[in-house]
């Protein structure tokens, strides 16, 4: 059975930094997308940042220039680099890895991190 395990989270002050990790444990085959996910109270939860197997990105309009998103596809491991945060960043996290599979493919979840952004 895959998990997806983060880590990482926590309190920072405006203008600081933070790295979350998320590692997958199991057997895991053919992912082919991994993602980090927000979700704020009250908000709908958003893509921040998503990487492809084969090392395209794409980041929403607010976190790029800021956030850095990588992966090491040896360890089945994602991270996402935060730099510059600022309230607005506050949420819970997720990570998300999609991996082929039929009929459907499969979509993992990590069980989410808080980060608070706040002096």
């Known amino acids: 059975q895959v998990q997806l395990v983060e880590s990482g989270g926590g309190l920072v002050q405006p203008g600081g930094s933070l790295s979350l990790s998320c590692a997958a444990s199991?057997?895991?085959?053919?992912?082919?997308?991994m993602g980090w996910y927000r979700q704020a109270p009250g908000n709908q939860r958003e893509l921040v940042a998503a990487?492809?197997?084969?090392?395209?990105?794409n980041y929403a309009d607010s976190v790029k220039g800021r956030f850095t998103i990588s992966r090491d596809n040896a360890k089945n491991t994602l991270y996402l680099q935060m730099n510059s945060l600022k309230p607005e960043d506050t949420a819970v996290y997720y990570c998300?890895?999609?991996?082929?599979?039929?009929?459907?493919?499969?979509?993992?979840w990590g069980q989410g991190t808080q980060v608070t952004v706040s002096s």
């Open positions: 199991g057997s895991i085959f053919r992912i082919y997308h």
């Open positions: 998300n890895f999609k991996t082929v599979a039929w009929p459907t493919d499969n979509d993992y």
């Open positions: 990487i492809t197997i084969g090392g395209s990105t």
